[in-house]
């Protein structure tokens, strides 16, 4: 059963800059769609940055709400993936949960609570 373990959250003030790390326990493989989702309570939770790899190549993907602002990486030889957030507002008080779909199967880290506040 993979796991996938995340670091990095916690409370900063906005416009400061924090990053994620979420390692999974497997290797990921050539093909896979790895990233990072949010959810703030009463809502579903939404796509923040992915990046996959196979098939005709890489690719990133972020919800508009973080471009240019948040940056997502991969190391595929410690099969972690990272998001490096910068200029942090308000809004984006969440938890923060690491994703990884692969060979069929989805898995979830246990999230991570980023507080932005004053």
């Known amino acids: 059963q993979e796991q996938l373990v995340e670091s990095g959250g916690g409370l900063v003030q906005p416009g400061e800059s924090l990053t994620l790390s979420c390692a999974a326990s497997r290797d990921i493989g050539s093909r896979y769609v790895m990233g990072w989702y949010r959810q703030t309570p009463g809502n579903e939770r939404e796509v923040v940055a992915t990046i996959s790899a196979g098939g005709t190549g890489g690719s990133t993907h972020y919800a508009d709400s973080v471009k240019g602002r948040f940056a997502i990486n991969i190391d595929s030889g410690r099969n972690s993936v990272y998001l490096q957030m910068n200029r942090l507002e308000p809004e984006d008080t969440a938890v923060y949960y690491c994703?990884?779909?692969?060979?069929?199967?989805?898995?979830w880290g246990q999230g991570t609570q980023v507080t932005v506040s004053s």
């Open positions: 994703y990884l779909a692969r060979v069929g199967s989805i898995y």
